[in-house]
T-cell receptor, first 113, second 115 residues
Framework: GNSVTQMEGPVTLSEEAFLTINCTYTATGYPSLFWYVQYPGEGLQLLLKATKADDKGSNKGFEATYRKETTSFHLEKGSVQVSDSAVYFC????????????FGTGTRLQVFP | DGGITQSPKYLFRKEGQNVTLSCEQNLNHDAMYWYRQDPGQGLRLIYYSQIVNDFQKGDIAEGYSVSREKKESFPLTVTSAQKNPTAFYLCASNGDRLNLNTEAFFGQGTRLTVV
């Protein structure tokens, strides 16, 4: 079945460091891919998305490129801030094949000044 | 403004009681979902619904029930059969059943505690 695998956290960085959170997926169709962010005590918010191969999603300095050849959608940011501390979820939806959203287990990011 | 609203934000339940969590959306979305999140863990799907009057079990449906009598509403009942109900519950909705590639919108969550 379809699945999403994320790197385990927590990821601990100093402010202005480079961030990568790995995400790989398994899907039989042609899914759309998403990154969501969850701040403490809140629901999830969409951070960025990509709907087809080679698309790059970007928002708030974060980027992720849909790589069909490696079935990956890694999240990157060039210079993290303390305010980026949160839990990040990779997810997919697979139109026409499965009828539910599938999330990774989440990766906690902690940024220290 | 359009969005998805969960209530209450905090809920306390005595052992043996059923409780119902509310989820309402005014986004005209067909699909709605309930997830459970435990501390330090990811999201686990409880139930989902693609259309009014229809819903399917997710990965951890035991001890829960839902209804979808209106497009806007997808309440979740945590029954006394759920042995470990203390968790953070998230409701989400997205697009329509012909286009699930749209982003999901989440409510702010309900934190349920058994006392």
């Amino acid at each position: 079945g379809n699945s999403v695998t994320q790197m385990e956290g927590p990821v601990t960085l100093s402010e202005e460091a480079f961030l990568t959170i790995n995400c790989t997926y398994t899907a039989t169709g042609y899914p759309s891919l998403f990154w969501y962010v969850q701040y403490p005590g809140e629901g999830l918010q969409l951070l960025l998305k990509a709907t087809k191969a080679d698309d790059k999603g970007s928002n708030k300095g974060f980027e992720a490129t849909y790589r069909k050849e490696t079935t990956s959608f890694h999240l990157e940011k060039g210079s993290v801030q303390v305010s980026d501390s949160a839990v990040y979820f990779c997810a997919l939806s697979d139109q026409g094949n499965t009828d539910k959203l599938i999330f990774g287990t989440g990766t906690r990011l902690q940024v220290f000044p | 403004d359009g969005g998805i609203t969960q209530s209450p934000k905090y809920l306390f339940r005595k052992e043996g009681q059923n409780v119902t969590l509310s989820c309402e959306q005014n986004l005209n979305h067909d699909a709605m979902y309930w997830y459970r999140q435990d501390p330090g863990q990811g999201l686990r799907l409880i139930y989902y619904s693609q259309i009014v009057n229809d819903f399917q079990k997710g990965d951890i449906a035991e001890g829960y029930s839902v209804s979808r009598e209106k497009k806007e509403s997808f309440p979740l009942t945590v029954t006394s059969a759920q042995k470990n109900p203390t968790a953070f519950y998230l409701c989400a909705s997205n697009g329509d059943r012909l286009n699930l590639n749209t982003e999901a919108f989440f409510g702010q969550g309900t934190r349920l505690t058994v006392v």
